[in-house]
């Protein structure tokens, strides 16, 4: 059996393991004699706080302390003598060797006398730099994970919009869509039979000319001039459905925006009336806008009335104008499909009633008006929508109720080259509408057909018919001299319209064409505009427009070739 260890070598082992220790923990050893402040420091210690040579006096001890922590550690220490508390523990920080800071934690035990007053205290005070900046790594970590989630967040709400605003796009558009699907499907025959009806009105017209005056006639003539007042509603009534399913055959030219308002003010000021002022802001240097002059035109006058109606007891409707430029956050912004890029502005602003949001968000809905029953259609803006999408356009309605409305359009700007004085003096003759050239009429209608055929005979024209496409051939084929094909576009058979055109055309190259249509979702107008060089009357027509459009088509250019074989379906 071994020796039994002398206290002499349990001591130095204890002292051993001690120290080995506090090296591996990096923790040095204090004892504070409270009443006499003496400070004993364990090598460890000293060595930890880089102390060479210390004097064993607590205020030096506390003059190690970084400065602003010494109050607060002094402040700590005190507040635990006046509790009697045990255990006290502090954070705090030291200067280090290499000039930086250390941290610190001092783990405190103190010891009371009889009388309650503090008489020792004796700790540990190990080093945690490396845990302190541990946490600032984690910290750091924590806040970069946090950025990272809510950017992320950020993108999920990014594209949860982008997806609410295609979704009100998609249902913007499934709205247009089915109700032009429901216009369109009437609007053919439809058109037909108010043709058919303004032609009759027109006959019995010129017959009550020829019959002299009489109670009789002058009632007759105010029937028909009743039934002519409902006809021209319901023509307009079709018109703006059209409009607003973007079916309505526009013939965009580059524009002189400034030219077109001022030129309206005119009638703008007779539908005000006195109680409204009207006020123009025309910017100089406006670039060219391409669109449709007469929709425009009927657009402004929509708006107008619309304000007026708004200024029950007068106010101030103002039409400004400006060059803007939509960039991708605001297009971005925007439930419908817009472009970037230059625009030309035209604002609409009045002093009425406005509106709230709620009737903001249905103000271009079909049929809906904030009117009284029998003094809107809810067709206006309908319209004014229909007209500006279709000409690759935006609007956009501001209005706060008892602020006023403000209706802001963007036309896009037309980079193209100008039209020449020729082109636009010819655009605004009027030609006459008689001739004694050769017409081949194709119409599936027979009572439209009938109507047309007499129409144009009264006005000198010699006219032949045919009730479709194919018999139309037959009727070139058996040599007849045609110096115009007028012919509806849609129609039963083999043979539609345009395809017909395109067969005749390529037999007379020198033929001209004239179509007409109620419907306008066909093969010569593509995206709302007609292909250039395309001659299209709308139905329904009176008298005079017909004469006037065939006048026109007549002693303009040949038909332009039409693409496509006669087999192509529209």
């Not at 806040?143 to 999920?156: I, Q």
């Not at 501001?398 to 209706?407: C, D, M, N, Q, R």
């Not at 427009?545 to 070739?561: I, M, N, Q, S």
Request: charged share 25%; hydrophobic share 40%; net charge negative.
């Amino acid at each position: 059996m071994g020796k039994p260890a002398t206290p002499r070598r349990d001591a130095a082992a204890t002292a051993e393991l001690l120290e080995l220790a506090q090296e591996a923990g990096r923790v040095g050893i204090f004892e504070w004699r409270v009443p006499d402040g003496e400070v004993r420091l364990s090598p460890k210690f000293l060595a930890l706080f880089g102390l060479d040579d210390f004097n064993g006096r607590y205020e030096s001890w506390l003059a190690c302390i970084f400065r602003e922590d010494q109050a607060r550690v002094s402040r700590l220490m005190e507040a635990a003598f006046a509790q009697r508390a045990r255990d006290v523990q502090v954070e705090f920080r030291i200067a280090g060797q290499g000039g930086g800071l250390k941290w610190m934690e001092a783990r405190h035990l103190v010891f009371y006398d009889a009388a309650g007053q503090a008489s020792r205290v004796v700790g540990v005070t190990v080093d945690i730099t490396e845990r302190k900046r541990d946490l600032v790594r984690l910290h750091a970590f924590t806040d970069s994970l946090e950025e990272a989630v809510r950017e992320r967040t950020r993108e999920l709400e990014a594209e949860n919009d982008a997806r609410r605003l295609a979704e009100e796009s998609l249902r913007q558009a499934q709205k247009m869509e089915a109700v032009g699907q429901l216009t369109g499907g009437i609007a053919h025959d439809f058109n037909n039979l108010l043709t058919i009806v303004l032609g009759g009105l027109d006959i019995i017209e010129r017959q009550l000319a020829e019959l002299g005056h009489s109670p009789a006639v002058e009632r007759v003539a105010r029937a028909r001039d009743m039934a002519m007042h409902g006809t021209q509603r319901a023509a307009i009534l079709t018109s703006r459905l059209l409009a607003f399913s973007r079916q309505q055959p526009l013939a965009p030219k580059p524009l002189d925006i400034n030219r077109i308002v001022a030129g309206a003010c005119e009638f703008l000021t007779r539908s005000l009336g006195e109680a409204v002022s009207l006020e123009t802001v025309l910017a100089a240097g406006l670039w060219r806008a391409h669109a449709d002059a007469n929709e425009l035109e009927n657009a402004l006058l929509n708006m107008a009335v619309n304000a007026r109606d708004a200024m029950p007891n007068g106010g101030k409707l103002t039409i400004e104008t400006a060059n803007c430029y939509l960039d991708e956050a605001y297009v971005e912004n925007v439930a419908e499909p817009v472009e970037r890029g230059q625009y030309v502005l035209i604002a609409v602003a009045d002093t009425g009633m406005g509106m709230d949001k709620a009737t903001v968000e249905r103000v271009f809905d079909p049929f809906f008006t904030t009117k009284e029953v029998g003094k809107g259609t809810g067709l206006g803006l309908s319209q004014l929508y229909g007209f500006v999408r279709q000409s690759s356009g935006h609007v956009r309605i501001y209005s706060e109720v008892g602020e006023g409305t403000t209706v802001k359009i963007y036309l896009p700007r037309y980079v193209g080259p100008e039209r020449s004085p020729d082109e636009t003096d010819r655009s605004a003759e009027s030609p006459c509408a008689f001739g004694s050239e050769t017409i081949l009429v194709v119409e599936d209608e027979d009572a439209l057909r009938s109507f047309t055929v007499e129409t144009l005979s009264d006005l000198g024209y010699r006219v032949l018919e045919a009730s479709n496409g194919t018999n139309a051939l037959e009727v070139l084929d058996r040599g007849e001299h045609v110096d115009l094909l007028f012919t509806d576009v849609v129609m039963p058979g083999e043979l539609n319209g345009r395809q017909l055109a395109t067969e005749a055309v390529r037999r007379r190259p020198m033929l001209k064409v004239l179509f007409t249509t109620g419907y306008t979702r066909n093969a010569i107008i593509h995206h709302g505009r007609l292909d250039p060089g395309v001659q299209l009357i709308g139905k329904p027509f009176s008298l005079q427009d017909l004469g006037r459009k065939v006048r026109e088509a007549l002693d303009g250019p040949p038909a332009p070739a039409l693409a496509g074989s006669p087999n192509t379906s529209p």
